[in-house]
């Protein structure tokens, strides 16, 4: 298998267990409407445990992150040369990810007249309003989520199938202590792609894709990841 071909339904994987377990939760009509913050949670740690480990599997290195790929070609030994085709497939499999998720929940966004809440089950929106602290929680979050990877990664930093499960409990941590004030995007795929799939969907009652707070997911995760692998790769002999 190809590199894109694991990146691309890695990531779709990630997005289709990931929305769909934020649809199972805030769409009407469903059988986990209103579990709670702890089953969205626990269901985005399941899907980059599965995402992860069908990436690697199927040719890929497992990153299904935009800035994770930036990051490790910026200071790692990441081939510079499947930059372009990685982030092409990351962005390709999450909005494929997102459609998978409004065809299974579709009688349920129909359902539901609040298009916040439509919204939510495709991206990321900030608990308050800031973009400066929004900025600096998803630059928080992400530096947590690559250095973290990085430390149980092997050296290389190729994030292999047997470190599937320590990374997906490293986003179950990041969803549980700093989840809170932005909903933990800490992947520009992950926001942008579905955010673009919400744009072009036909749904009842739909609201805008707040475009004025994409960029922050962006770039944000970007920022962090570039700060955690240079710190990594500047501490340690790998």
Not at 61 to 83: C, E, M, Q, R, Y
Not at 150 to 168: C, E, F, M, R
Not at 182 to 211: E, Q
Request: proline letters at 6%; zero cysteines; charged letters at 10%.
């Amino acid at each position: 298998m190809s590199p894109f071909i694991g990146e691309f339904f890695g990531t779709a994987l990630l997005i289709l267990l990931g929305g769909g377990v934020v649809a199972n939760v805030v769409l009407n009509k469903t059988k986990g409407q209103s579990s709670g913050w702890i089953v969205i949670t626990f269901g985005w740690a399941m899907a980059v445990f599965l995402g992860v480990y069908a990436s690697t599997n199927l040719g890929g290195s497992g990153h299904l992150n935009p800035a994770v790929t930036i990051a490790l070609a910026t200071f790692g030994d990441f081939d510079k040369s499947l930059l372009l085709p990685y982030i092409g497939a990351q962005f390709a499999g999450a909005f494929t990810g997102a459609v998978l998720v409004w065809i299974a929940y579709k009688q349920h966004f129909d359902a539901t007249e609040d298009g916040g809440l439509q919204l939510a089950v495709f991206s990321t929106a900030p608990a308050i309003r800031n973009p400066v602290y929004n900025l600096a929680t998803e630059i928080i979050g992400t530096f947590v989520l690559l250095f973290g990877a990085l430390t149980i990664s092997k050296p290389g930093a190729t994030l292999g199938a047997l470190d599937a499960l320590p990374v997906a409990l490293l986003v179950l941590g990041i969803g549980l202590s700093l989840g809170g004030p932005t909903g933990y995007a800490i992947n520009p795929a992950r926001d942008l792609g579905p955010r673009i799939a919400h744009f072009v969907l036909p749904m009842p009652n739909k609201s805008s894709s707040d475009w004025s707070y994409a960029w922050v997911p962006v770039v944000g995760p970007i920022i962090g990841a570039l700060l955690a692998a240079w710190l990594f790769f500047s501490v340690t002999p790998f």
